[in-house]
């Protein structure tokens, strides 16, 4: 099973990005799929989490408005539109699945089974 995450770069402070996320070894359109991120001397943080379904999503609140999560089961892929982007929005992001099928949607890192090794984004001025 692999994760494998792309779409960062280097953006000016009010850009914009498109982060993808592909499956492969297995699929996960009954799975919850999050994204979540690292700064430099961070901790690992939640950022949002999409239902299998995609009915639901969920975004830590220093995102909402400017973020958007979506997923397109039948290509295994799970997409983070950032928009507006801040200096603190600076990480690397990584996309994780939770192994249980119809799982709830959970924050915490330690719940997600599978991880994607991670997109740069940067924010320039």
């Known amino acids: 099973v692999q994760l494998q995450a792309s779409g960062g770069g280097l953006v000016r402070a009010g850009g914009s990005l498109r982060l993808s996320c592909v499956a492969s070894g297995r699929t996960f359109n009954t799975n919850v799929m999050g994204w979540f991120r690292q700064a430099p001397g961070k901790e690992r943080e939640f950022v949002t989490a999409?239902?299998?379904?995609?009915?639901?999503?969920y975004y830590t609140d220093s995102v909402k408005g400017r973020f958007t999560v979506s997923r397109d089961n039948a290509k295994n892929t799970v997409y983070l539109q950032v928009n507006t982007l801040k200096f603190e929005d600076a990480a690397v992001y990584y996309c994780?699945?939770?192994?249980?099928?119809?799982?709830?949607?959970?924050?915490?890192?330690?719940?997600?089974?599978?991880w994607g090794q991670g997109t740069l984004v940067t924010v320039s001025q």
């Open positions: 994780a699945a939770r192994a249980s099928r119809f799982s709830a949607v959970t924050m915490r890192a330690s719940d997600y089974d599978y």
């Open positions: 999409i239902t299998w379904s995609g009915y639901s999503t």
